[in-house]
């Protein structure tokens, strides 16, 4: 009999410190802490790319989102498995620019989320299999289509985490910690 084994992820702590390696499925049904990398992807006119989700994925068919991303590899950096779901989503090839994590309650798991920012110039080139429809929005539409449109759950508190991570250091609380986490210094979620 062969067994094969599912992705493979970095089961982590509430530190974001490696515990070990498991499945991915079983992170999700024990509700074991992993990575997620996830990128806003920006055009040259500053706008953002949102897309819906094909009818017949897994995870939150026919959904929008406004984020490109997925699980971080073993021994994988956020922003290495960022620009890696960018190029095998968009078919794109850049870097992207790390922004802050935070803990995220997530609607089918908890994880935490590693937020990114690229720009992209070229022209995307989205996997069907991953990305049935895309537009750019500008800032503001986004926001009222965040109201109107279904959207991936665990997107709609990323919006508000990205809004307090784009603030200037010295702005407003929920600005991110010297180690890019919204966490307040000492406190453990």
């Not at 084994?5 to 074991?32: P, Q, Y």
């Not at 990398?37 to 068919?61: K, M, N, Y």
């Not at 890696?84 to 089918?108: N, Q």
Request: charged share 30%; with cysteine.
């Amino acid at each position: 009999m062969v067994v094969t084994m599912g992705e493979l992820v970095e089961r982590v702590d509430e530190d974001d410190r490696v515990l070990g390696v498991v499945e991915r499925g079983d992170a999700i049904r024990n509700r074991w802490l992993h990575r997620i990398a996830t990128t806003v992807c920006r055009d040259t006119e500053g706008r953002i790319l949102v897309h819906r989700r094909p009818a017949g994925s897994s995870r939150f068919p026919g959904h929008y989102n406004w984020l490109v991303g997925g699980a971080v590899d073993i021994g994988e950096s956020y922003e290495a498995a960022a620009a890696r779901e960018i190029s095998e989503e968009l078919g794109v090839r850049t870097d992207a620019r790390f922004l802050g994590k935070f803990l995220c309650d997530g609607a089918i798991s908890p994880y935490w989320l590693g937020l990114h920012e690229a720009v992209l110039g070229d022209t995307i080139t989205p996997d069907p299999s991953e990305i049935a429809w895309h537009t750019w929005l500008a800032d503001e539409e986004l926001a009222a289509a965040v109201q109107r449109w279904d959207f991936v759950p665990d997107s709609r508190d990323a919006l508000v985490r990205y809004a307090a991570l784009r603030r200037p250091a010295d702005g407003p609380a929920g600005a991110p910690d010297q180690d890019g986490s919204d966490r307040p210094a000492g406190a453990s979620h």
